[in-house]
């Protein structure tokens, strides 16, 4: 596609049920990411995927967080039993394989609203 | 593990001034890629400025341009001519090969007219 694509852009869910995100990263691209913004803050890093190398989990804040990315395209993450404070922007981008061109692009992210 | 720092939570400037932000990193690599993003109210992240370590020459584009400082490990944004369309969230990025894109905390740019 023409960009990263991730949709929801908005859902709300009720405290303790199951969400899932989705990401559409720009065709070729071998590198994924997983972002979440609190209102106003910065970018914490959650998942990334590069290529068919294991996926580096290091920050998924609770088990209750996963995401899998099917055949090196479409990612989706999964939160569960969702709780107040995972109210946020989840934000994707992803990037073309080597060194050489390490631009990364974003979506327009998700906005997650926990009530 | 590399890490990305900028000191300036809240910067602001007037239009049409000159203002910098500053951005340091910590790494042990030699070959690196440095990025200045925006992002603003809209939430879409848009590349402002990148910077490959292993050139010297600071990188411009129009009003943007870098001090890219290897030794010191400092890679700072310089926005000339601010205008109202500047104001945003700037990060500051870090990537070297294939490992993951680190970003800074961020600084919230605001113009005055």
């Known amino acids: 596609g023409a960009g990263v694509s991730q949709s929801p852009s908005n859902k709300v869910t009720e405290k303790g049920k199951d969400v899932e995100l989705r990401c559409d990263p720009i065709s070729g691209h071998t590198a994924l990411y997983w972002y979440r913004q609190s209102l106003g803050q910065g970018l914490e890093f959650l998942i990334y995927?590069?290529?068919?190398?294991?996926?580096?989990k290091s920050g998924l804040p609770s088990d209750r967080f996963s995401a899998e990315r099917t055949g090196g395209s479409v990612s989706t993450l999964t939160i569960q039993r969702t709780q107040q404070e995972d109210s946020a922007v989840y934000l994707c981008?992803?990037?073309?394989?080597?060194?050489?061109?390490?631009?990364?692009?974003f979506g327009q992210g998700t906005r997650l609203t926990v009530v | 593990a590399q890490t990305v720092t900028q000191s300036q939570p809240e910067m602001s400037v007037q239009e049409a001034e000159t203002v910098t932000l500053s951005c340091t990193y910590d790494?042990?690599?030699?070959?690196?890629?440095l990025f200045w993003y925006k992002q603003p109210p809209s939430r879409q992240m848009i590349l402002v400025i990148r910077q490959e370590a292993y050139k010297q020459q600071n990188a411009t584009e129009n009003r943007f341009s870098v001090n890219f400082q290897k030794a010191a490990k400092s890679f700072s944004l310089k926005i000339s001519d601010s205008q109202l369309g500047d104001a945003a969230m700037y990060f500051c990025a870090y990537r070297s090969g294939h490992q993951k894109l680190v970003f800074g905390q961020g600084t919230r740019l605001t113009i005055n007219p």
């Open positions: 790494t042990s690599e030699s070959d690196y890629y």
């Open positions: 995927f590069q290529g068919n190398s294991a996926p580096d």
């Open positions: 981008a992803s990037s073309s394989p080597g060194p050489k061109n390490t631009e990364a692009f």
